[in-house]
């Protein structure tokens, strides 16, 4: 059997810009995507009232097709955004901050809807730059030795009981989000020698993960030490 022929490099380089492309789209389309779902939400409650005061207003209205197929659609559009842009800048007050935690309150007691939006809210603000839920970016040898899964440490030297056995001593929970999409993934309870502590920012992981590593922090420092032989190596979190 003949051996196979080698692909020539024009398609290996369109294959590189493919996923290049693709890496860089798919965050831009999650956004969109979750985007056109508020301003689907927000368009079902304005436009009847949208229509409802076009109607006072422009008693000769009727029911226009255009208007009806571009002009209240937009008007939605805009609402949106002034609606995101109003609950900013009253959150941003002290009186709008009390009715913010006020209506959080609420929202937490509830059965069902605490559990939802208590998990959706911690795990946006854990990716906030302004928040501190993830103390910083680590990586853990996984899914096997020599190969290391970049994560973000939620919490250092702790202990998880285990029914009917010794609580698991000297652990880490390390957060391991899946590419591209950051905000879906999986805890890890990790031995603190075994959570390696990296050189950048939780905005530089986030960039990282996102973009398939694609971009990727600066060089190190220079007289910064080296990896050891068996690749990744730093003082291990519970490190003293």
């Known amino acids: 059997m ?10 290996a380089r369109l294959r ?9 789209v798919l965050p831009m389309m999650i956004t969109v995507w979750l985007l056109a779902v508020l301003v689907r939400l927000v368009e079902g409650v304005s436009s009847p009232v949208l229509l409802a005061i076009l109607r006072v207003a422009w008693p000769g209205f009727g029911h226009d097709p255009v208007i009806v197929a571009w002009v209240v659609p937009i008007l939605g559009v805009l609402l949106t955004i002034g609606l995101i842009l109003a ?10 901050r009390k009715v913010v935690e006020g ?9 069902v809807v605490k559990g939802i939006y208590g998990s959706a809210r911690q795990l946006i603000d854990a990716f906030s730059s302004t928040n ?14 020599g190969v290391y899964t970049i994560g973000f440490l939620t919490r250092s030297d702790t202990q ?12 880490s929970l390390v957060f391991l989000p899946t590419s591209p999409n950051p905000t879906s993934g999986w805890l890890a309870v990790v031995p603190n020698a075994q959570v390696v502590p990296l050189d950048m920012s939780i ?20 007289g910064a030490t080296p990896p050891g032989p068996g690749g990744l190596t730093a003082p291990s979190v519970g490190a003293p």
């Open 203 to 222: 905005e530089e992981g986030v960039k990282l993960i996102v973009s398939g590593g694609l971009v990727t922090p600066g060089e190190p420092a220079r």
């Open 160 to 171: 998880m009981a285990r029914e009917g056995e010794p609580p698991l001593r000297d652990v």
């Open 132 to 145: 501190a839920a993830f103390r910083r970016v680590v990586a853990v040898e996984y899914p096997r030795p």
């Open 87 to 96: 609950v900013g800048a009253f959150a941003s007050n002290f009186v709008g």
């Open 2 to 11: 003949p051996a196979d022929r080698p692909r020539p490099r024009g398609f």
């Open 103 to 111: 209506f959080e309150r609420l929202v937490l007691r509830l059965p």
């Open 16 to 24: 590189q810009w493919f996923f290049t492309g693709l890496i860089l």
